[in-house]
């Protein structure tokens, strides 16, 4: 089966760093992708990691471990524009094709 | 960057009744869409994969005859919810990946809130 785990909620300061973590476990591993939602909205794509290492993006980066199931995702000199989900999702390669699977997310509220 | 479009984006139905929902990749060409669910608070839970010209692929516990899907080309794929209950609103989100972008990324739609009354 497939399993992701990432923190439910987590607080910042603005201008401050946060570093929001996702565990994964899953067979026919083809990719890592960050999304960013706000309330109400479709996701918003950040980043992708399909070897390991950082990606760097403007204020966000996100990092890779495929032997230890395990990602980051960097977000520097928060905004409070910031304050939303952020969503951690899998690629499997299961039945002939691709498909993303969502972790349940990370509520991250940034404060002033 | 691509454009995924979804029509309506809200919509209300009384119990008992189909409604149906299109997704359209606005500026480029998708063999593959995707149907996604949220419930509030949530994340996104795949329904179902959504191939042009073929039966969609359906994840496990979802009911393919109640949520029919149609990808009859290459930039439409229509999500179709029958006999709906109070239980099926959510919000419904479909995404398409750009062939041209070397399947890397994937584009989601901006949503469309179904409420069923």
């Known amino acids: 089966g497939q399993n992701i785990d990432q923190p439910t909620e987590m607080t910042a300061t603005e201008g401050a760093i946060v570093q929001i973590n996702c565990t994964y476990q899953?067979?026919?591993?083809?990719?890592l992708f960050w999304y960013q939602q706000h309330a109400g909205e479709a996701p918003t794509f950040l980043s992708y990691?399909?070897?390991?290492g950082l990606e760097e993006k403007g204020r966000f980066s996100s990092f890779l471990s495929r032997s230890k199931g395990y990602s980051y995702l960097l977000l520097k000199e928060l905004q409070m524009k910031d304050s939303a989900s952020y969503l951690c999702?899998?690629?499997?390669?299961?039945?002939?094709?691709?498909?993303?699977?969502f972790g349940a997310g990370t509520r991250l509220a940034v404060h002033p | 960057g691509a454009v995924v479009s979804q029509h309506p984006s809200w919509v209300i139905c009384k119990s008992g009744t189909s409604v149906k929902i299109e997704c359209r990749s606005l500026?480029?060409?998708?063999?593959?869409m995707f149907w996604y669910r949220q419930f509030p608070k949530q994340s996104l839970m795949l329904m179902a994969t959504?191939?042009?010209?073929?039966?969609?692929?359906?994840e496990q516990g979802v009911e393919k005859d109640k949520f029919l899907i149609n990808h009859a080309s290459l930039t439409l794929s229509t999500l179709t919810v029958t006999s709906a209950h109070p239980e099926d609103s959510s919000f419904y989100i479909c995404?398409?990946?750009?062939?041209?972008?070397?399947?890397?990324?994937?584009?989601f739609g901006p949503g469309t809130r179904l409420t069923v009354t």
């Open positions: 990691n399909v070897l390991d």
């Open positions: 999702a899998v690629r499997s390669f299961s039945g002939g094709y691709n498909k993303l699977i």
């Open positions: 995404s398409a990946r750009d062939l041209r972008a070397g399947d890397a990324e994937q584009y």
């Open positions: 899953t067979s026919g591993f083809n990719g």
């Open positions: 959504s191939n042009e010209g073929s039966k969609a692929t359906y």
């Open positions: 500026d480029f060409q998708a063999t593959t």
